[in-house]
């Protein structure tokens, strides 16, 4: 499998992968329905259009976008929107959804639910990749939506999916930082401890194929990873880890979006046991929204084709 080092990797990989079908929640603003138009153009994507009929048909003809040949299902409540589309994904109905004009609670309420009927031990977390200039690879970091403080447990939860993502990338073994703070007093922090507990498992194998390096913050991870040319400060590829695991949903979701100050593209989803979910930022443009659309396209086909090998 190749790896995929840049998120523009994917638009050429999701042209030849798709077009596959996307269930679509609430596409009633101009700027997903869009997204929408572009990405089906594109042959990512067939949709399945869910919510309030009126509202999308008023989204689709701002954009000029003919939507009369695809499936709508009318539906105005928001719970109601997510259950029906996130069932639809499980059921295998379709291989890929993706959040509109809905809150992101309702998805992730709906997605835990049918991991549960499921029983399949995933936890719902969210991996937010970064392309960032001079670094020849994605850096993820997760979890930046879900679990507000984890504890041992969700941590290692969220080690996996990550893993799990990066593993789909064509990463075969990704190398890990656990984030936390370091204190002279007061004695050990609890995201430090959690970080030595964390290594010593993955060093025992406990997480697949990775790697948890011996850093647990920004200095040490970048500076450690520099060397001097006279005046010049240049970071050494091979130090950078893939994966930066945060200790809470504050420093996730802050750290994450500091691409609107930062010369670094985001793009975020959900990877269910059954397939991914796209979950557009409020504050996301139809370019933004495209490219995690064929992000999803191409993850949803390495996981049927990983499927169909397990068989």
């Known amino acids: 499998m190749t790896m995929i080092r840049k998120l523009g990797d994917f638009a050429k990989l999701a042209r030849e992968k798709g077009p596959k079908k996307m269930v679509v929640l609430a596409p009633e603003d101009n700027d997903f329905m869009m997204a929408i138009k572009k990405s089906h153009e594109l042959g990512y994507i067939e949709p399945i259009l869910v919510g309030d009929k009126k509202r999308i048909a008023e989204a689709a ?60 031990g995933m936890t719902v977390s969210v991996v937010s990749l970064w392309e960032v200039p001079g670094i020849d690879h994605l850096i993820a970091f997760t979890d930046t939506g879900v679990s507000i403080k984890p504890n041992m447990k969700a941590k290692k939860e969220i080690i996996q999916n990550a893993v799990f993502v990066f593993h789909l990338l064509g990463y075969t073994r990704p190398k890990i930082a656990v984030l936390s703070g370091q204190r002279e007093v007061g004695g050990t922090m609890a995201s430090y401890r959690d970080y030595e507990a964390l290594k010593i498992e993955a ?99 390495h996981m049927e084709r990983k499927k169909k090998v397990q068989k």
């Open 61 to 120: 003809q701002k954009v000029d976008f003919n939507i009369g040949s695809f499936r709508k299902i009318s539906e105005e409540d928001k719970q109601s929107i997510s259950d029906l589309g996130i069932r639809m994904l499980f059921s295998g109905e379709t291989p890929i959804a993706g959040k509109g004009q809905i809150p992101t609670s309702y998805i992730y309420r709906s997605i835990i639910r049918e991991e549960a009927k499921a029983n399949s």
């Open 203 to 301: 060093d025992e194998g406990k997480f697949g194929d990775c790697e948890i390096i011996p850093a647990t913050s920004f200095t040490e991870i970048f500076l450690a990873g520099k060397k001097r040319t006279g005046d010049e400060k240049n970071v050494r590829k091979d130090c950078v880890p893939h994966i930066l695991i945060v200790p809470c949903l504050d420093t996730g979701n802050i750290i994450c979006k500091l691409d609107f100050f930062l010369n670094v593209k985001r793009s975020s989803l959900v990877a269910t046991s059954r397939g991914p979910v796209c979950i557009p930022s409020r504050s996301d443009k139809s370019h933004n929204l495209v490219e995690q659309i064929s992000m999803g396209v191409v993850l949803a086909d």
